[in-house]
């Protein structure tokens, strides 16, 4: 499966930290909105995250980039999807783009009674 993209936002100044760079944290939920919206779209239905490793911020934002985040589906279980997730800053005032983060998100199918369930088609 091919990298989709799942989510594009602009840098606002409520998503700093103290010295004025977009804060990893603001980047990591970006990366965990993308990645969920991959997963609930490839499991048709509700999908949560249990574990969120091997965070990288490779490149820095500033207030007013656009942060594109893409996402692929890069292992799938009974009941779980594993999802890569990067965000790729774009200068607001230009074209130079720059990877600014990077993580995987393993997330489990839950039925309407909040139980693992199979993804369809698997057994």
């Given at each position: 499966?091919?990298?989709?993209l799942v989510?594009?936002?602009?840098?606002?100044?409520?998503?700093?930290?103290?010295?004025?760079?977009?804060?990893?944290?603001?980047?990591?939920?970006?990366?965990?909105l993308?990645?969920g919206?991959?997963?609930?779209?490839?499991?048709?239905?509700?999908?949560?995250?249990?574990?969120a490793?091997?965070?990288?911020f490779?490149?820095?934002?500033?207030?007013?980039?656009?942060?594109s985040?893409?996402a692929?589906?890069?292992?799938?279980?009974?009941?779980?999807?594993?999802?890569?997730?990067?965000g790729?800053?774009?200068?607001?005032?230009?074209?130079?783009?720059?990877?600014?983060?990077?993580?995987q998100f393993?997330?489990v199918?839950?039925?309407e009674?909040?139980?693992?369930?199979?993804?369809n088609?698997?057994?």
């Amino acid at each position: 499966m091919a990298e989709d993209l799942v989510i594009r936002v602009t840098a606002m100044p409520t998503d700093l930290n103290p010295y004025g760079g977009v804060f990893g944290g603001w980047l990591m939920s970006q990366l965990a909105l993308g990645a969920g919206s991959l997963a609930s779209r490839q499991g048709k239905g509700k999908a949560v995250v249990v574990l969120a490793t091997d965070f990288t911020f490779p490149g820095t934002m500033a207030v007013g980039d656009e942060l594109s985040i893409f996402a692929e589906i890069i292992a799938q279980g009974r009941t779980s999807l594993t999802v890569a997730a990067r965000g790729e800053g774009r200068e607001r005032h230009g074209e130079k783009l720059t990877e600014v983060a990077k993580g995987q998100f393993k997330f489990v199918l839950l039925d309407e009674n909040g139980l693992p369930r199979a993804l369809n088609g698997a057994d």
